[in-house]
């Protein structure tokens, strides 16, 4: 069995060519392992990693955040609500995966062969009996969007923007990317992040920073009307 996407190919310079479109959330996540450490790592295991480099190599991605991943489920089953900021996948290889573009256009199809699924695969899992995830792509940014958005109960199949780096980038550099991401930038203040969450109706999985539009027969959003109120107030007092 196969799952095919419509990509656009954009051009990077000197840089390997990267893939851009929407893809619904279920087949990133049936299709996306995350490189992720181990939940528990002690101290001495840590440190022969920072003393060899090669020691598992592909395992430096955080855990994910059940809560965090169940707040995003609900918030993407609100109708109105989407993502507007797009998830970065990276292809190690192209063993799955068949990239044909047409050059005339760049758009490119991408057809994924589900066969990771059975290959050497645990029953009802991906992972091989060494314990490889077989899956084709890694999850270098948005885990939680990917897996919460699965997870949702009504609109598990809602497009997200995804970024696609092809295997011609390494595996360093998909990692040092996910590094740049998250060290590198500087998340907005609290109080910033209100303003501008009041100012423009923003809807959001944390229960500190959801000011969306409210309904008296939405029960998700009474939050969002408490916090409204309670900011109006303050502004007022």
Request: one cysteine or more; glycine letters at 4%; aromatic letters at 8%.
């Amino acid at each position: 069995q196969h799952i095919s996407w419509e990509l656009t190919r954009v051009d990077l310079g000197s840089n390997p060519s990267v893939f851009v479109g929407s893809v619904p959330a279920w087949q990133l996540d049936l299709c996306s392992a995350v490189p992720a450490l181990e939940k528990k790592l002690n101290h001495m295991e840590t440190s022969r990693r920072v003393r060899n480099p090669n020691r598992k190599r592909n395992h430096w991605q955080r855990n994910i955040d059940q809560n965090n991943k169940s707040s995003i489920a609900a918030f993407n089953d609100k109708q109105e609500n989407f993502f507007a900021n797009p998830v970065i996948i990276h292809m190690p290889s192209d063993k799955y995966v068949n990239i044909q573009t047409d050059e005339a256009t760049n758009i490119a199809n991408i057809d994924v062969d589900l066969s990771f699924a059975t290959d050497g695969a645990i029953e009802s899992t991906s992972i091989n009996a060494a314990g490889e995830d077989l899956r084709p792509f890694n999850i270098i940014d948005g885990q939680h969007r990917i897996r919460g958005a699965a997870n949702s109960i009504h609109n598990y199949d809602k497009n997200l923007l995804v970024v696609l780096l092809p295997k011609e980038l390494s595996e360093d550099t998909a990692g040092r990317l996910f590094a740049e991401i998250n060290t590198l930038s500087r998340p907005l203040s609290d109080k910033h992040r209100m303003f501008l969450s009041h100012r423009f109706h923003v809807s959001s999985p944390n229960p500190k920073f959801t000011f969306g539009k409210w309904s008296s027969d939405d029960l998700t959003t009474h939050r969002d009307r408490a916090n409204r109120l309670a900011y109006e107030m303050a502004a007022n007092l």
